[in-house]
T-cell receptor, first 112, second 114 residues
């Protein structure tokens, strides 16, 4: 049972345009969400997070939106840069469970 | 550099064998997580430790075991290895293991079972 789903395995975007990566979850108890970026041969690195008490969090070019009623979150990257090309994972957790459940990832390719 | 150190980086072993993967968390972090990433799969949560005690368990096989030592480093032991155990194993650490704290990943240990 995949509780966190990233239904798009890959995405290609032109440099300078917006990249939108999507993530859906099934467990309504999830109340903390994170996005990680992973380059080949490296471990995932933390990008941005959001708590369920918010519906938006921004950090520079990265914005995460949370729609609790739809059990959906998205990561917006504006403007996209070639260095953003990586695999992006969303993760979710519920307070008290001590574990993060990850999606299967979306491979983003930003074309110069 | 996340500050999480994993050894070995690469390991090739035969079916039926046993291996140990080692992880040193970031300085000051008390909690360690282990994740498995198989080909085209997401990061599967295996187990979490906090200050030497097991705190959460995921889809960890009975052939696998882990522990966290008093110096806070952790080891993941994989035994009776099968071809399907070939994967990238990540260790991660956080300050106290509570949700709301960022977890930092090591570079992973590539295990190939032949």
């Amino acid at each position: 049972d995949q509780q966190v789903k990233q239904n798009s395995p890959s995405l290609s975007v032109q440099e300078g345009r917006i990249s939108i990566l999507n993530c859906d979850y099934t467990n309504s108890m999830f109340d903390y969400f994170l996005w990680y970026k992973k380059y080949p041969a490296e471990g995932p690195t933390f990008l941005i997070s959001i708590s369920s008490i918010k519906d938006k969090n921004e950090d520079g070019r990265f914005t995460v939106f949370l729609n609790k009623s739809a059990k959906h979150l998205s990561l917006h990257i504006v403007p996209s840069q070639p260095g953003d090309s990586a695999v992006y994972f969303c993760a979710a957790s519920a307070f008290g469970t001590y574990k993060y459940i990850f999606g299967t990832g979306t491979r983003l390719k930003v074309l110069a | 550099d996340s500050g999480v150190t994993q050894t070995p980086k690469h390991l090739i072993t035969a079916t039926g064998q046993r291996v140990t993967l080692r992880c040193s968390p970031r300085s000051g972090d008390l909690s360690v997580y282990w994740y498995q990433q198989s080909l085209d799969q997401g990061l599967q949560f295996l187990i979490q430790y906090y200050n030497g005690e097991e705190r959460a368990k995921g889809n960890i096989l009975e052939r696998f075991s882990a522990q966290q030592f008093p110096d806070l480093h952790s080891e993941l032991n994989l035994s009776s290895l099968e071809l399907g155990d070939s994967a990238l194993y990540f260790c991660a650490s956080s300050v106290d293991g509570n949700v709301g704290n960022t977890i930092y990943f090591g570079e992973g240990s590539w295990l190939t079972v032949v």
